[in-house]
């Protein structure tokens, strides 16, 4: 069964700018949340979704975006892009949102912002 | 609002060691507790889910404890290897169905000596 993919693997954006990541869950998953992974603040919380509603956001500004199609996969956007979000951000699937399943990661899209 | 530590930030031993990583946090009500493992470069792997009726679960050379009044967990490693080496997480998620996403720890950077 193939993992977690997130693309792309990298991406250098200019302040100011937009991004979209792109989250495929594991075969059979319908829950996807978002991390992003900082060195001075850790792993913080997004957004998670199940199917297609977003059940719930962490603590980050309305730049941060995110939707899920009726095939499980995801996407989150950035608007207007600052220094600060030069991060890693890593996308999770799990079977079922909120319960007992363990979270499963993907290897994470690095973002530099210039 | 829950935070989690984990004690030692970093640990470097010989080869053969049994060891032991802690982690706290402060706010007891949690649905479950679970630890990962990350590479380099690299997402984050589940190791060990103890929902908080638990009080331990095991996967071959790894044990985890869970102690939820004291709000303390550890994970065990058995008969460490040099492949063992990366960052172990602890991360909580909150109890009444946990919406909330998973709260992380800032890790420890695990470094096993040949």
């Known amino acids: 069964k193939a993992g977690v993919t997130q693309t792309p693997r990298y991406l250098i954006k200019t302040r100011g700018q937009q991004v979209t990541l792109s989250c495929s869950p594991i075969?059979?998953?319908?829950?996807v949340s978002w991390y992003q992974q900082t060195p001075g603040q850790g792993l913080q919380f997004l957004f998670e979704?199940?199917?297609?509603?977003?059940?719930n956001k962490g603590n980050f500004p309305g730049r941060f975006s995110g939707r899920q199609f009726s095939n499980s996969r995801s996407e989150m956007n950035v608007s207007t892009l600052e220094l600060g979000d030069s991060a890693l951000y890593l996308c999770?699937?799990?079977?079922?949102?909120?319960?007992?399943?363990?979270?499963?990661f993907g290897n994470g899209t690095r973002l530099t912002v210039t | 609002k829950q935070e989690v530590t984990q004690i030692p930030a970093a640990l470097s031993v010989p080869e053969g060691e049994n060891l032991v990583l802690n982690c706290s946090f402060t706010?007891?009500?949690?649905?479950?507790l679970q630890w990962f493992r990350q590479d380099p470069g690299k997402g984050l792997t589940s190791l060990l889910l103890i929902q908080s009726s638990q009080r331990e679960q095991t996967s071959g050379r790894l044990n985890a404890s869970l102690d939820k009044s004291s709000g303390r967990s550890t994970l065990y490693i058995a008969a460490s290897q040099p492949g063992d080496s990366a960052t172990y997480l602890c991360?909580?998620?909150?109890?009444?169905?946990?919406?909330?996403?998973?709260?992380f720890g800032k890790g420890t950077h695990l470094i096993i000596q040949p």
């Open positions: 999770a699937s799990s079977d079922i949102a909120g319960t007992n399943s363990p979270l499963h």
């Open positions: 979704y199940f199917s297609e509603t977003q059940r």
């Open positions: 075969s059979g998953h319908r829950s």
């Open positions: 706010d007891s009500a949690i649905y479950n």
């Open positions: 991360a909580v998620r909150r109890g009444g169905g946990g919406a909330d996403g998973l709260t």
